[in-house]
Nanobody, 120 residues
């Protein structure tokens, strides 16, 4: 009943920038929070950044000062601006949203994931 569609991944050189976007659609009553997670090969999935109207923004220490999360509430969209990218940022990035629908209480939804590769 909810879909999260991501866009914006790709290959970029170290020091470059990418902007990820995630749009939520479906039987949405309220989006409580949105965020981005990433998982590199052989590593656990980790929170990159999250945004909520009640708690503000939250970033992983490794991306503070380089990444910026923003949200367009009218369009149910979240963006992740990634600057000064490093090879260690290479991972599959997945959008997450905690959404209340017309069918039930709030629960987490996930996008399909988008590959970000930082390499020269």
């Amino acid at each position: 009943q909810v879909q999260l569609v991501e866009s914006g991944g790709g290959l970029v050189q170290p020091g470059g920038s990418l902007r990820l976007s995630c749009a939520a659609s479906g039987r949405i009553v309220r989006i409580n929070s949105m965020g981005w997670y990433r998982q590199a090969p052989g590593k656990q999935r980790e929170l990159v950044a999250a945004i909520s109207s009640t708690t503000g923004t939250n970033y992983a220490d490794s991306v503070k000062g380089r990444f910026t999360i923003s949200r367009d509430t009218a369009k149910n969209t979240v963006h992740l601006q990634m600057n000064s990218l490093k090879p260690e940022d290479t991972a599959v990035y997945s959008c997450n949203a905690r959404i209340t629908t017309s069918l039930g209480p709030a629960r987490d939804y996930w996008g399909q994931g988008t590959q970000v590769t930082v390499s020269s």
